[in-house]
T-cell receptor, first 114, second 113 residues
Framework: QQPVQSPQAVILREGEDAVINCSSSKALYSVHWYRQKHGEAPVFLMILLKGGEQKGHDKISASFNEKKQQSSLYLTASQLSYSGTYFCGTELGAGGTSYGKLTFGQGTILTVHP | DGGITQSPKYLFRKEGQNVTLSCEQNLNHDAMYWYRQDPGQGLRLIYYSQIVNDFQKGDIAEGYSVSREKKESFPLTVTSAQKNPTAFYLC????????????FGEGSRLTVL
């Protein structure tokens, strides 16, 4: 079952912040975040593992709420290069082992204007 | 340089014909995946394989078939049973048994006329 992302689209001015959410109805093993530019392959941003950790990558960070099975991607002081479609991917597993199946949400289109 | 190569990049076929999309990786990755991308529907998992000679159906496997005879290769066949085959197809790979990132190929765009 695909995770659910929200919002579907975001329009920002350069320097503004945005939050993209990803939720699942099942207990997650890990959450992945990727960004895809038009006509290109998705590019990896970060992985979050069980344990509620938070990670950062330059001005992009993410959190994982294990109790709610939700992850959020935070983009601060957005730049023009942040424009693209953001996908969360979720993975199930048990006992410290992944089932190997990685399922993606429908994507969030982020547009940053000058 | 290591990476994933998908071919062809663009493919046109007549309705009712089977089509095979190639995916080759030289990253020594155990796990390989096929996704279909349609506008507004994100990436949907077709098939995945964690080891040679073994693969599992994803969420939209109907009308597709795969094989995994070699670690480096994971071809996808779009059969005539697939009702709406026109789409962008992405192949990806990663190390199995590790919560590692997916590496994607550049994709193959299939148009059925």
């Amino acid at each position: 079952q695909q995770p659910v992302q929200s919002p579907q689209a975001v329009i920002l001015r350069e320097g503004e912040d945005a939050v993209i959410n990803c939720s699942s109805s099942k207990a997650l093993y890990s959450v992945h975040w990727y960004r895809q530019k038009h006509g290109e392959a998705p590019v990896f941003l970060m992985i979050l593992l069980k344990g509620g950790e938070q990670k950062g990558h330059d001005k992009i960070s993410a959190s994982f709420n294990e109790k709610k099975q939700q992850s959020s991607l935070y983009l601060t002081a957005s730049q023009l290069s942040y424009s693209g479609t953001y996908f969360c991917g979720t993975e199930l597993g048990a006992g410290g082992t992944s089932y190997g199946k990685l399922t993606f949400g429908q994507g969030t289109i982020l547009t940053v204007h000058p | 340089d290591g990476g994933i190569t998908q071919s062809p990049k663009y493919l046109f076929r007549k309705e009712g014909q089977n089509v095979t999309l190639s995916c080759e990786q030289n990253l020594n990755h155990d796990a390989m995946y096929w996704y279909r991308q349609d506008p507004g529907q994100g990436l949907r998992l077709i098939y995945y394989s964690q080891i040679v000679n073994d693969f599992q159906k994803g969420d939209i496997a109907e009308g597709y078939s795969v094989s995994r005879e070699k670690k480096e290769s994971f071809p996808l066949t779009v059969t005539s049973a697939q009702k709406n085959p026109t789409a962008f197809y992405l192949c990806a790979s990663r190390l199995a048994g590790d919560r590692g990132e997916l590496f994607f190929g550049e994709g193959s765009r299939l148009t059925v006329l």
